[in-house]
């Protein structure tokens, strides 16, 4: 069975980076036919993609968080990372990691249970 | 960029009771829309893709309908597990991947 989960800072300071990890089991991160995505969600609002890489490091992110963000893997830890830069309030929210179906680049059929991170001084 | 309209933004609803939530996408997505459930500490889940698909595990009383621009998911008889929120979100041609604002269903 496939798992995820998300690991990082919970406390991120304005205008700094955010860093954070999802570590995937139960299946390998450099299968072919498979995307592994960002989805984010602020306090009281709705979900937001960030952006997917695929297994062959091919990447695809929000054009609003295009300039500041970074998503990337790493198959010896079968892990994926993200990474966005210059940090304000507007980005704390849940962070969640999860992975589309085969063959599709945003059909998010497995998801962590997500991690809060506040950006605050 | 497509933009994904979701009603009613909340819910109230007794158990058993028949509810229905709506999503317009702003130009046609070819059926490529997916509902998710949320509930709080918990990861996400996929209830039903390409509109009407249900997902394996999902409960049948759940179901969705639509084409085109216009889709709807139908709750048939709510059960207590079934208070949560719910989002549509479209996963055609070219990113981003937007969702609906949600719909928070609870209680009456």
């Known amino acids: 069975q496939l798992q995820l989960q998300e690991s990082g800072p919970g406390l991120v300071k304005p205008s700094e980076t955010l860093s954070l990890t999802c570590t995937v089991s139960?299946?390998?991160?450099?299968?072919?036919?498979?995307?592994w995505g960002w989805i984010r969600q602020p306090p009281g609002k709705g979900l937001e993609w960030i952006g997917n890489?695929?297994?062959?490091?091919?990447?695809y992110y929000n054009p609003s968080l295009k300039s500041r963000v970074t998503i990337s893997v790493d198959t010896s830890k079968n892990q994926f990372s993200l990474t966005l830069r210059s940090v304000t309030a507007a980005d704390t929210a849940v962070y969640y990691c999860?992975?589309?179906?085969?063959?599709?680049?945003?059909?998010?059929?497995?998801w962590g249970q997500g991690t809060l991170v506040t950006v605050s001084s | 960029d497509i933009q994904m309209t979701q009603s009613p933004s909340s819910l109230s609803a007794s158990v058993g009771d028949r509810v229905t939530i709506t999503c317009r996408a702003s130009q046609g997505i070819s059926n490529s829309l997916a509902w998710y459930q949320l509930k709080p500490g918990r990861a996400p889940k996929l209830l039903l893709y390409a509109a009407s698909r249900l997902e394996s595990g999902v409960p049948s009383r759940f179901s969705g309908s639509g084409s085109g621009t216009d889709y709807t998911l139908t709750i048939s008889s709510l059960q207590p597990e079934d208070f949560a929120a719910y989002y549509c979100q479209h996963y055609y041609s070219t990113p981003p991947y937007t969702f609906g604002q949600g719909t928070k269903l609870e209680i009456k």
């Open positions: 890489i695929y297994h062959s490091g091919s990447t």
């Open positions: 139960g299946a390998s991160i450099s299968s072919s036919s498979y995307y």
């Open positions: 999860a992975r589309p179906a085969a063959g599709t680049p945003a059909l998010f059929d497995y």
